[in-house]
C-alpha cells in the first residue's frame, strides 16, 4: 500500500507483471491485449507469474474486443476459462455480463459469481458497469448478487475522470459497505490526487502504459513511480 492506498496495476505481459511487481504495489489484473480493453490472459502466463511475483492476481475472462453482450458458446467458454484460472490459483475473476439492452445479465453474472466464491476468491464486476443505462439500479443488482468489487470511472471519459468520481462517492457512502468501488479509467499523473480525494475510496487502479514501437501497450515504470509519489504526497 501506498499512504494507506491499495493499488491495483492492470498488466498485458509477463514480463510487465515481473517489472510492476518490484513497485509497492498490492494486486496485479492480468489480461492481454490492453489495446483492445483487456482481454483474458492465458494460462500458462498465469501459472507462471503465480510462481514468480508476490502480488495476488485477478484474471480478466473476457474473449473479444467490443461489447459485453455474449453469445452462449462465449458464455461457457468464459465459465471454463474462470474455472481453469481459479484452479491455477487465480486470487480473483474480473468479468462483466450486459444484457442487449446493457443493463446487468443477472443469471450469468449470478452464475459466474458462485463459481468464483466456491474457490473463496473475488469476483470483479469491470467497466461494463460503465455502460449500464442506471448506475444505481445496476450498483444494487451487483450488491444483491454479491459481487465483491467493481471497476468504474463512474461512466465519466478521461479528462473528465473527476465528475466520474463524484458519482462513485455518492454510490459508496450508499453501498461501499456491501460492495467495494475501485476507481480506474482514466488516473494519470495529473490527476491520481484528485481521483482519491474526490472518490473517497481506499484502492486504485490504474494501468500506467505507454505504446511500444512493437505496436501495443506497455507498463511504464517511470509513470508509476510518479504516480505513487504523487499519492505518498496525499
Known amino acids: 500500500m501506498v499512504n494507506n492506498y491499495l493499488i491495483e496495476i492492470c498488466i498485458g505481459n509477463i514480463e510487465d507483471a515481473i517489472k510492476a511487481s518490484k513497485f509497492p504495489i498490492d494486486r496485479i489484473e492480468l489480461n492481454s491485449a490492453l489495446e483492445l ?12 507469474l503465480k510462481k514468480t511475483i508476490p502480488q495476488p492476481i485477478c484474471c480478466m475472462v473476457r474473449p473479444r474486443g467490443g461489447d459485453f453482450f455474449y453469445n452462449e458458446t462465449e458464455y461457457q467458454i468464459m465459465l471454463k476459462d474462470a474455472k481453469a484460472f481459479l484452479e ?3 486470487d480473483g475473476i474480473v468479468f462483466g455480463f450486459l444484457n442487449e439492452d446493457k ?8 452464475e459466474m459469481t458462485d463459481l ?29 448478487l454479491e459481487i465483491d468489487r467493481v471497476l468504474t470511472s463512474g461512466q465519466a471519459v478521461y479528462p473528465d475522470i473527476i465528475e466520474g468520481c463524484r458519482k462513485i462517492n455518492t ?42 514501437p512493437g505496436g501495443y501497450l506497455e507498463f511504464d515504470s517511470e509513470q508509476l513511480e510518479k504516480i505513487l509519489n504523487n499519492i505518498k504526497k496525499l
Open 171 to 212: 454510490l459508496n457512502e450508499k453501498y461501499g459497505d456491501r460492495l467495494q468501488f475501485l476507481p480506474g479509467g482514466g488516473v494519470r499523473i495529473e490527476n491520481v490526487q484528485d481521483v482519491l480525494k474526490t472518490a473517497k475510496t481506499n484502492q486504485i487502479h490504474m494501468t500506467s502504459k505507454k505504446q511500444n
Open 37 to 48: 480493453g483487456g482481454l483474458s490472459t492465458s494460462l500458462e502466463t498465469l501459472k507462471y
Open 88 to 90: 491455477a490459483g487465480a
Open 103 to 110: 443493463t446487468i445479465n443477472k443469471t450469468r453474472t449470478k
Open 116 to 144: 468464483i466464491h466456491s474457490y473463496g476468491k473475488e469476483a470483479v464486476f469491470h467497466k461494463a458497469y460503465d455502460e449500464t443505462p442506471n448506475m444505481e439500479q445496476a450498483t444494487k443488482e451487483l450488491v444483491e
